[in-house]
């Protein structure tokens, strides 16, 4: 069977197209008493960008704190504060920030219209309803999360996506302006993300012509960005995470993905950064791809803060290996159909092991 996947319908792209937005939404205020919701990253709040945000005075506005990355309890939260606010629905939900804001918007806007916790529907196609309309403007670019049918939260019980056709946003707003503040560290962290998304996907066994025509100039736009910068380099990083995103929406992400969901998931580590200390590890399964990142940190002045991870008990580790070793499209994407043979729970530990030591 063919995957049949939903992609984002309306994309605006340019330097300042952002000052469109409020003429995109005009469509949804047609009706007396709708109103708008905009999630913005709480690190514009004291930032000149935030008068550039068009809210209206029937709007809500909410900052989001993206210190933690997206949790289902708060989604749950920030879905009663928008059920609070008005007896109507919504007309639109608007996310402007990095992959955690635009998670958060993807994810508010299916709980807005789906009953229960966000919890019941980490997973695939869980989600009943269509979500109120939702639009997602980043404002740092590399997850690919603008154009995914996922949004991933940390549960209780693990860190999963709510995957569905109805988590897909309905417009993406893509201005390379509004990454160009974004502090050097974070901007390759999240960079890479979109890098190793171009390695694993290209270097799977999933791997098609429609996957490859997009991991491959995704991951030559991350070459010229971070080994060759040039002015364009914001724009080519822009279009690098939508085309990285576009390159693992038919096929898989990999190895160091699958361990990179571990430590989030017990350590709380972000994931850029999670995936660039695990990607350092992985020269045995991606030689070449680890080979070219430690160049592009060089080139960047990057140093991995390799310390910063705490110590860990048994048990600890032995949850990662759990919250690893469950996805199993990523491992056979990686290692193919006998990754079980080639990966048992006792190497992923290994890994996890060599990582933290
Ligand atoms: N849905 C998907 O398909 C998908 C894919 C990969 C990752 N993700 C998720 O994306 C999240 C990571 O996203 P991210 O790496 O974009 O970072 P992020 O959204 O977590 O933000 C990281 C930091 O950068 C700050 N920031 C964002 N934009 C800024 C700007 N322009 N200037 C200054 N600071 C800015 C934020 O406030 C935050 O402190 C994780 O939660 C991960 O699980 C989602
Ligand atoms: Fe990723």
């Known amino acids: 069977m063919f995957r049949n996947f939903k992609t984002v319908p309306y994309v605006i792209?340019?330097?300042?197209?952002?000052?469109?937005?409020?003429?995109?939404?005009?469509?949804?205020?047609?009706?007396?008493?709708?109103?708008?919701?905009?999630?913005?990253?709480?690190?514009?709040?004291?930032?000149?960008?935030?008068?550039?945000?068009?809210?209206?005075?029937?709007?809500?506005?909410?900052?989001?704190?993206?210190?933690?990355?997206?949790?289902?309890?708060?989604?749950?939260?920030?879905?009663?504060?928008?059920?609070?606010?008005s007896d109507r629905l919504p007309t639109g939900v608007i996310g402007i920030g990095g992959g955690s804001t635009m998670d958060l918007a993807k994810a508010v806007s299916l709980m807005l219209t789906n009953p229960g916790s966000s919890v019941d529907y980490q997973g695939w196609d869980l989600i009943g309803n269509p979500a109120v309309y939702h639009v997602g403007i980043p404002t740092l670019s590399g997850t690919g999360a603008e154009v995914s049918r996922t949004t991933v939260l940390c549960g209780p019980e693990k860190k999963l996506g709510i995957n569905s056709d109805y988590t897909v946003f309905d417009q993406i707003v893509l201005d390379p302006e509004l990454i160009a503040g974004a502090p050097a560290d974070q901007r390759f962290y999240t960079g890479m993300d979109c890098y190793i998304h171009c390695v694993e996907s290209l270097t799977g066994s999933y791997l098609n012509p429609f996957s490859k025509s997009y991991g491959e100039k995704a991951i030559s736009l991350c070459r010229e960005v971070f080994?060759?910068?040039?002015?364009?380099?914001?724009?080519?990083?822009?279009?690098?995470?939508?085309?990285?995103?576009?390159?693992?929406?038919?096929?898989?992400?990999?190895?160091?993905?699958?361990?990179?969901?571990?430590?989030?998931?017990?350590?709380?580590?972000?994931?850029g950064i999670g995936n660039c200390l695990v990607f350092d590890q992985l020269e045995e399964y991606y030689p070449e791809g680890v080979e070219e990142f430690r160049r592009m940190m060089d080139k960047n002045g990057i140093k991995l803060p390799r310390h910063s991870l705490p110590a860990v008990e048994e048990h600890e580790i032995e949850k990662m290996v759990d919250v690893a070793s469950i996805l199993d499209p990523l491992w056979e994407n990686a290692l193919g159909p006998d990754w079980k043979e080639i990966m048992p729970r006792q190497k992923i530990r290994d890994l996890y092991l060599r990582l933290l030591k």
Not at 30 to 42: E, R
Not at 227 to 246: F, I, K, V, W
Request: aromatic share 10%; charged share 25%.
């Open 13 to 85: 792209f340019g330097r300042g197209c952002f000052n469109q937005l409020d003429n995109i939404v005009d469509e949804r205020r047609k009706n007396p008493g709708s109103f708008i919701v905009f999630l913005v990253d709480d690190v514009f709040s004291n930032n000149s960008f935030r008068d550039r945000i068009p809210v209206k005075s029937q709007d809500l506005q909410l900052w989001v704190d993206v210190e933690e990355e997206p949790t289902t309890e708060y989604v749950d939260r920030l879905t009663e504060l928008v059920k609070d606010f």
């Open 227 to 271: 080994l060759d910068p040039g002015p364009e380099s914001d724009d080519n990083l822009m279009m690098a995470s939508y085309l990285g995103g576009m390159s693992i929406a038919c096929s898989q992400v990999g190895v160091c993905h699958a361990l990179s969901y571990g430590l989030s998931f017990v350590l709380g580590v972000h994931h």
